[in-house]
Nanobody, 122 residues
Framework: QVQLVESGGGLVQPGGSLRLSCAAS????????MSWYRQAPGKQREWVAT???????NYADSVKGRFAISRDNAKNTVYLQMNSLKPEDMAVYYC????????????????WGQGTQVTVSS
């Protein structure tokens, strides 16, 4: 019914930048909060940033000032601009979204993407 597909990951040198995208598709009535998480090898998945439908944002302290989350509601897409990347930012990045599915308002559900790898290395 609903798919979230991330893109934009890759290899970048320390200090570099990447822009991740996550597009939601399917039978979507409304998207509420959209978020990014990440999971490094051997570590638990951690929250990175959230943007709600009105545009307000929140960030983990570890990325504040370096990452920026944004969304294009017309495209059902959330972005994560990552600047000044550090080796400790290396992880698989996942997006999720709280979505009302179907032709009319209903109970929203949480959907996850499949993840995109970000490698920070010289």
């Amino acid at each position: 019914q609903v798919q979230l597909v991330e893109s934009g990951g890759g290899l970048v040198q320390p200090g570099g930048s990447l822009r991740l995208s996550c597009a939601a598709s399917g039978s979507i009535f409304s998207i509420h909060a959209m978020s990014w998480y990440r999971q490094a090898p051997g570590k638990q998945r951690e929250w990175v940033a959230t943007i709600i439908s009105g545009g307000s944002t929140n960030y983990a302290d570890s990325v504040k000032g370096r990452f920026a989350i944004s969304r294009d509601n017309a495209k059902n897409t959330v972005y994560l601009q990552m600047n000044s990347l550090k080796p400790e930012d290396m992880a698989v990045y996942y997006c999720n979204a709280v979505i009302e599915v179907g032709a009319r308002t209903t109970t929203p559900r949480l959907y996850w993407g499949q993840g995109t790898q970000v490698t920070v290395s010289s």
